[in-house]
């Protein structure tokens, strides 16, 4: 709203609450389907320009469809390049979650990617984020934004501990099915497997005694409850893409009056 | 397929067959959610530019992902009106769906509009279905376009019988929604009101006592399904935004752990 | 914002308590810079589909622009074409200026295009403003969606009680561009030719007396505020392209230091 | 160029030394394809948004980049409908070719759709062609923009010469595909068929008795080429979809080694 | 097509019988064109995101378009950025070509962009792509990716049988424009020049050496005919702007009876 | 013009006269708006691909809507990255504005990506630069294309003198709102504070020792016009979306009555 004057990221105020924060995923290039998508009760909202279908142009049609409702405002950027990272927070994200964050180097690199100086070298120009945020954005930007890693390889389990120690950086947030290939598996998500669950432990393990936010991407509303449950602090259901197919499927399906799913299985999860 | 060549709408052969037709339908506007839709088991896909999100710009996109698929790619449009109906022919549809024909003159205007001289007066220049259909297009022109009209008021239901007796015309589609609200009730699909189930049998049967296919919008698999059992050519259920709003909410519910719903009510049916 | 119910049009709970709606006005084929417009302090905002650089698929991301504001968003439509009216009142316009209404037989076809049955024959589909309204929305559709014809012809003035006087019909909007080269004049606004200055109190006079809303589009805001002490409802000043074009122009001549405007005149008004 | 200021439409010019020009035929949507075809020496650039695939959003991006050239903008309309036909005007068309105009009334409605009052009813707001243009547009508007009918029908060949009559109608502008079908053959271009080639000869004399510049589409050059020897003063050839498939065919052809064509036939002419 | 599977790049099985595959490739940003190329008989088409006016949101329509068909979708990233190149093969391209490489350790990197772990760290989420290509793409990644590297710089034609020797790298790919230049001649193609045909021998016999596929870009049909019969398994003839704008230059010469050339000289070759 | 043939950056020509260049800057991303501004009288307008809400398949309609006029086209890149450098010159632009250019080896690293060889190694293919400026493109493209660097940073101001010294750059541009942030004080443009004023002049010195262009960003025209007058060769005022919120805040307030602004505060400087 035009008099909304935020000075702080509100997924901060729930998490100091306790409480876990359920986060919607795009991947349609499409502001209605995003604006669809942010009116369903999410707490947030996260714009995936890595695997989701959408780019730079795109993504800002979908900032701003995410702006006509509560829910906070995340991307997240194909790479940790500085171009992309900084465009996506002057359009109006509230949060960058960035693949591949495999050393306290590439994190300490992310943060100073998504901060001012002296903190960072962002570069200064939050051409739309300060008309959606207000005029103190700039004043509150260290306690708007979010800046969290995601945790993805074998390496980045390693090095988690450090990783998580990263001066400036505010949360992690587990990929599962990058990180069940990296440690050998097929690539899957709400897994089992003792291998995953005990590197999910470690994952929020050093987020907590970091005092991070821990995040994870999960296949359904059942295991992203479990992971809530378990002190998770921002839990993820698939993405737009795949809640489509599935509801889809489930007409076809009704419609035909059988159990079989009529076509083809989109491509899966993070 | 750039090898395969088409001679007939594959919705006809489906109805000599006896089948019943699902039917998708778009109101996203974009390529992407249109080619997920059509990958997930329907006979037919419809473009929606009345109540979709979708005009030319946007449907031509989505009919070009139809035809990544197998599914035959139908066109709702806005109005009656030739300048839109043509264009939605020249760029791919195989069918028309338009709304609000009430009466046999309105529905020999939508025959005009959609078919060639001498049938009709549909101005030559097939730019992209000659493509994506093959040459001979033009010399088939007649078989491969359904001609559709909506029965959705008093007024049309009253001249059902006399519509459907239009030379030229392929099916009746009925508009529950619209029906409803024209005949005194709240606006809603799936009915079980006497005037309402009354008015769809009546429709129905002047549709197969002309040869033609009888369309209906529902919102569930379960009554598309009874509505196919009943005799329908063609069921549609629901639409890509409700489906993806439905199936986002149960995400969100099932995340939170509890059964409600979180969010906003999307615009409904037809 | 999500949890935001709308039950009418705040544009008349302004109205009622006197005061006169600020409107902007959207030229420029872009959400970006709808969403900039909307949250400089308008009332309301209007999407011009008529001479403004935008058709449906643009227009969709403005009206979704302007809801991320509290503005009230509105849609100006080509023409009286039912196509292109429903379009806009689906995607979220909670009111359509229609231009060239000339006979009080448009009007009524203007209000029917606007309303439901059993006031009009608007088809049931409220896809998109069902979601930014709110689920009530069809309940409350005749207090929410403003019905404006604009006066700007000579034969519309010669009709101008007639017209004021048809039934559903919200508002009276002038074009004085149009107004004045149909009264032989060369084409201006902000007027104080005597003849536009007594066709203005005509029209504002068949407005005031059935209970109508008047509209007016003004070149500057002096003339704006002198339309609103008047009585005015409804006052426009410009548009983007204007008001870009303007504002470079002096940015321009302050750099270079001179008075003299450094480029071409955009097109005018309405 | 910003400091060009027109006062005529070129095409008048050119016609008055009896020059034929040469027309460029726009359907594929994009900015780039439409620049890359006004550089190759087109006296005028025609953006079909009739048979193209192009409606307003990607046509406005057409007649923008045809402006980075000296070629004349038109724009072909899907119907004879005011709201589109202004729309083009307001947006730079120089020229509108309207489908369709079987008798004097539709062609007096054309000039009416084209022209400002008192000669019609143009609505005024000449957003970018004030700009593209100069600011004496309207003044010169008469002679600026070219109002131009086609002929594609028995019913407006039997009505050639009243349709030739109309007062303000500035060119006729022949359809073969169209009016061969409308005439019981097969639709074609470049035509030999005594019938057609009679009904070009009947079409151009009324154009020349009564002052009109008569156009033509052609599938060739050198059919072009002979109707300008004729006497035609605007011939088309083809469109930018068929001289990039056929480019394209001969480049596979050229790369196998064989004068087999390798693919798909485009959708043909007008 | 929705049934389809497939479990390798069809291009290797081409290859495997020894035949030439013809390439498309694209520069205009529409997925129209797209389509058009992509039905005239290419083996495989390439989206352009390098020189071509194309970047993710416009290349998605691309590869969606050249899904239409049996085409093989191909993509030149910009640069050798893993944001960009996983981005691609995420949303359908079977194959990356990639400029500038210049040395075995680039060309290691190009594989680990491109490649699942174990083999590189492409990151998981093949959103499109496991729609077009089936349920199995990602155990069948390895076989179905192409990991194409440019040899265009003197620095890599010295690095030549070091860079075919690279593990997982799958082609190379001649861009004969960059590669006379680094050789100090002016920029072209299809080269008599001694020092460019010893170039193009020396980099043939490098990838036939290696078992990897050699390819090669060509301003001719005839010239690419000539590289097959040398042994090149990838021909690529100019690009689409390129062919739209010759074919328009012809038809305009053929209009007007000359031999001559209308027009601009679009920008030419790689 | 499609006869035009550039042999030079005309702003070298300009600069040798001894003027100072207005530069106009463009964040929305719509080739209106970009017409608008590049129609207003300003020597060059720069498209910010950075803070700008602009990425590429949007940078690109505004290159091409820049092209309408005279105005020299720019491009301010996200990033000092390879891939959009070259990019943004095929497609036309005739400079580059690279962010943080903080030493010599940066600056060198800019002039490779924006120089063929052997001065650097810009990958050939001007597929639209070659059409926008004629055929000379590549012979000519030292003189077209301008190399700016951007100072706005500590360690840039301590390595001024070294950068500027960079052979093959053209010039460099003050960003005040990171400088100043980066010199620990509240970003901010059009200073007056001494240690602002003296890095001002710092870097001005450096460029006039050197040869090259000395730039700055401007909030204001008369801050612009002191700059010019200071010895600045490039002076920007604000950009698009600020000139409109300005201006239609400015609006508002004239229709109002008040002196009070109405809304928002957009991002600002650079």
Same mark, same amino acid.
């Given at each position: 709203m035009e008099t909304f004057r935020m000075k702080e990221n509100p997924l901060r105020a729930l998490w100091r609450e306790g409480a876990t924060a359920v986060n919607g995923w795009l991947t349609i290039p499409s502001g209605h389907s995003a604006e669809v998508m942010a009116r369903q009760g999410f707490d947030s909202v996260t714009v995936d320009t890595q695997h989701g279908m959408i780019h730079y142009d795109t993504a800002l049609e979908c900032l701003r469809a995410i702006s006509t409702t509560d829910a906070v405002p995340l991307a997240r950027v *194909?790479?940790?390049?500085p171009g992309i990272v900084m465009k996506m927070l002057d359009s109006g994200a509230l949060g960058i979650i960035c693949p591949m964050i495999n050393s306290p180097e590439e994190a300490a690199e992310l943060v100073a990617n998504c901060c001012?100086? *002296?903190?960072g070298n962002r570069s200064f120009g939050p051409t739309r984020v300060m008309m959606s945020v207000g005029p103190d954005y700039v004043k509150n930007a260290t306690d708007l934004v979010l800046v969290i890693g995601m945790i993805e390889t074998r390496k980045a389990l390693d090095n988690v501990e450090a990783i998580a120690a990263t001066s400036g950086l505010d949360g992690l947030y587990i990929g599962p099915s990058d990180l069940s290939l990296s440690l050998g598996l097929t690539p899957h998500q709400d897994s089992r497997e003792p291998v995953m669950v005990e590197a999910i432990d470690r994952i929020l393990a050093a987020a907590k005694d970091n005092g991070l936010a821990a995040g994870i991407h999960n296949a359904s509303g059942a295991y992203a409850r479990e992971m809530g449950e378990k002190g998770f602090d921002l839990v993820s259901v698939g993405n737009d893409t795949l809640l489509l197919a599935g509801a889809a499927r489930a007409a076809v399906s009704g419609a035909r009056g059988n159990g079989a799913s009529g076509g083809g299985d989109p491509g899966g999860g993070y």
């Open positions: *194909p790479w940790n390049e001012y100086a *002296p903190r």
